[in-house]
């Protein structure tokens, strides 16, 4: 099998050179991407990088502040939107793409049809996200294919919950959440009956830190029962139907995977049922999964997912000892969680919800997440997800907006990254720590790309017979084994900011499990290329010098 290696890219940003970046700016003065953008000699530089799937965050029409009327895209009350540009999850219109990322609004779709064909030319497969727990507050379609009723349009507004329901509501109580509803404007925003709002609030009245901007979508699932939570499936809900016909209609465009929002949050039997539909006319279309809870995973794997975000084990665990919160060696004791489904786990350092590597709240510098980013793309099969900028070490430092100075890439607001803008629109103007950092990335990457070793051989973790001692630090250093047929990679990754001369133990159970030579062998090591001469024994350890925050990656062929 090949590795998967994602590349997540927030459309609205990539691709924009306008550098004025004024707080809260509006589009005409801050600008915007465009799939346009997108161009074939783009695609090739990022499947150079060591990509096999592009994410294209926000691609499907959301509520933003910008006035689109002209063109039949109905108006949004800025009340009700999250920054100026607004939240890609907070879905208007399922059927539609974004404006802001076409040149010419009233062919948006031909464009992004366009651009499934130049992704796809260049060898690289498609991803868009699916938001199936919510859609804005004004949520209507203007691009749904005939026949198509909207969600909610034959909703019974006077039912709390109701099966047949696309939302819930609160019957007799106007929308009252805890913001100013005017927001600038000379009429408040309205809503009666008030519906539930996305993060599970069934009261009229969200806070500000609720998802009040979002309306919470009804899978048949009764929250406000008198006897606790009910399920009510059969017959099918009318907002399963809905939603696999949303899916259908993308998979039909040339898309090959959904990163699924929120999955957890809605029940895992409509995945087991839309997933096997999609794949009734889709087959090879894939499903990647935002769960967070770790005690589900396995039921949604089950339910059809390829793939699941590993945040809560093994993100919150490498993060930790990057900061040097957890000794390393409790990477073993993630991976161990999850070694029954170690293929469907997704690996990342970074993605939009999460603050940037080398933002102050992280690890301040790109090159501390070096050995991190080996670690989580060469120890196992599953895929690994990064986010543009990443390669060159984007902080995330800007006060953007609506977004604060936080340490993430705004989602709300219009805006440009000058990682982006040197990495691909005008190359000249990269810092020799950027270009560094992003031949790093190339080579990483494209080791986990082309070495069988990683895409399809054995694991062997190193770290039980490697405890801390004079010669080997587990706060510090991980280690692992990767075997495929006579190609073997023995990889130490050193977190530590000192240079420190390491012996590594290999036990007599690695050469029988692995089948591993034993004696003088050649090595080279990949990061390097420098070769020379090791002794592979379990009665004599591994010598080796480590540079600071790197890796050796040594292989050995018979």
Not at 281 to 286: A, G, H, S, T
């Amino acid at each position: 099998m090949d590795k998967i290696i994602i590349y997540q890219i927030f459309t609205r940003l990539f691709g924009n050179t306008n550098t004025t970046r004024k707080h809260n700016g509006m589009l005409d003065e801050n600008g915007c991407g465009k799939m346009n953008n997108f161009t074939p000699a783009t695609l090739r530089r990022i499947k150079e990088l060591g990509v096999t799937h592009v994410w294209y965050t926000g691609i499907i029409r959301h509520a933003t502040t910008t006035d689109y009327s002209t063109y039949g895209i109905p108006k949004q009350h800025p009340a009700v939107v999250k920054g100026n540009a607004g939240s890609p999850y907070a879905i208007t219109d399922y059927y539609d793409v974004d404006p802001d990322l076409a040149v010419d609004v009233e062919k948006r779709m031909k464009e992004f049809e366009a651009l499934v064909k130049r992704t796809h030319k260049e060898g690289l497969k498609m991803i868009i996200d699916f938001v199936p727990n919510h859609v804005a507050r004004q949520y209507k379609s203007v691009a749904k294919p005939e026949g198509v009723v909207d969600f909610g349009e034959d909703d019974d507004t006077g039912k709390q919950f109701s099966p047949m329901n696309n939302f819930y509501y609160c019957p007799g109580a106007d929308f009252a959440p805890d913001i100013d509803l005017y927001h600038g404007c000379e009429e408040p925003y309205q809503e009666f009956p008030a519906k539930a709002t996305g993060n599970d609030c069934f009261s009229n009245r969200p806070g500000r830190n609720d998802w009040y901007e979002t309306v919470k979508l009804n899978y048949g699932v009764d929250y406000c029962d008198a006897g606790g939570i009910s399920t009510h499936f059969y017959p099918t809900p009318d907002t399963w139907l809905k939603m696999r016909d949303v899916l259908l209609f993308w998979a039909a465009k040339g898309v090959d995977a959904f990163r699924c929002d929120m999955a957890e949050m809605v029940p895992s039997e409509f995945w087991t049922w839309a997933t096997k539909e999609v794949r009734k006319k889709f087959r090879n279309v894939k499903f990647i999964g935002e769960v967070y809870n770790p005690a589900r995973y396995r039921e949604y794997i089950t339910a059809g997912f390829d793939y699941l975000y590993d945040k809560v084990g093994m993100y919150d665990c490498i993060r930790d000892v990057v900061c040097g919160y957890r000794p390393a060696s409790n990477i073993t004791h993630q991976w161990q969680n999850t070694d029954d489904i170690a293929d469907h786990m997704l690996y990342f350092l970074e993605n939009h919800d999460e603050q940037r590597l080398a933002s102050d709240f992280f690890a301040a510098d790109g090159m501390r997440g070096v050995p991190a980013l080996i670690v989580s793309t060469l120890m196992r099969k599953n895929p690994f997800m990064l986010y543009a900028g990443q390669e060159f070490g984007e902080r995330g430092m800007d006060e953007e907006g609506f977004s604060g100075r936080d340490g993430r890439t705004t989602i709300f607001d219009y805006w440009s990254l000058d990682s982006l803008i040197h990495g691909y629109c005008s190359r000249r103007q990269l810092t020799a720590k950027e270009k560094a950092l992003e031949g790093i990335y190339k080579k990483v990457l494209n080791i986990a790309l082309t070495e069988k070793a990683i895409s399809d051989g054995a694991f062997f973790d190193l770290m039980y017979v490697n405890p801390t001692s004079e010669n080997f630090d587990a706060n510090k250093q991980y280690a692992f084994i990767r075997k495929y047929k006579k190609e073997t990679l023995i990889v130490v990754a050193n977190f530590a900011d000192n240079e420190t001369l390491t012996k590594l133990n290999i036990p007599e159970h690695a050469f029988d499990f692995l089948h591993l030579p034993k004696g003088m062998m050649q090595a080279e090591d990949l990061m390097t290329g420098e070769k020379s001469t090791v002794c592979l024994s379990c009665e004599s350890r591994l010598t080796m010098n480590m540079t600071p925050l790197s890796a050796r990656i040594l292989k050995i062929k018979e």
